[in-house]
């Protein structure tokens, strides 16, 4: 999926609330996401957050992404941790099950991708 913002226009991102929980070691961001409504796959929004706000290394969770009537807007909720292990003893596996396996179904989509190309060029 090709981003707004690549292509040089402004910030696709805004962010409505930052705070730094010092209580559960944790950064929680909030962060709209305009002209993606329907289309904002979480995987695709981690991977704009981490690059926006610079998190490389560090665990981003996403919590929620929240789509709004009748606006192309989606809100999304994110929890970065500093350690994987912090954060699967603070959030419930079941949210890390349903990451992982999205996380494969597009790895075998990428996999299935590559071994068609080499055919078609034949």
């Known amino acids: ?13 805004q962010t409505v609330n930052d705070v730094n929980n010092t209580f559960l070691s944790r950064r929680e961001l909030v962060c709209n996401f305009t002209g993606l409504g329907g289309k904002l796959k979480k ?24 789509t709004h009537v009748g606006k192309p807007l989606v809100t999304g909720t994110f929890f970065v941790y500093e350690d994987e292990a ?12 349903r990451l992982e396996k999205s996380k494969a179904k597009l790895a075998e989509a990428e996999s299935a991708a590559t071994e068609a190309q080499p055919e078609k060029s034949e």
């Open 43 to 66: 995987l695709e929004a981690v991977d704009m957050i981490t690059k926006e706000f610079k998190l490389s290394g560090k665990v981003v969770v996403p919590m929620r992404l929240q």
């Open 86 to 97: 912090l954060a699967k003893k603070h959030i419930n596996p079941v949210i890390f099950e």
């Open 1 to 13: 999926m090709k981003y707004l913002k690549d292509f040089g226009y402004m910030s696709i991102i």
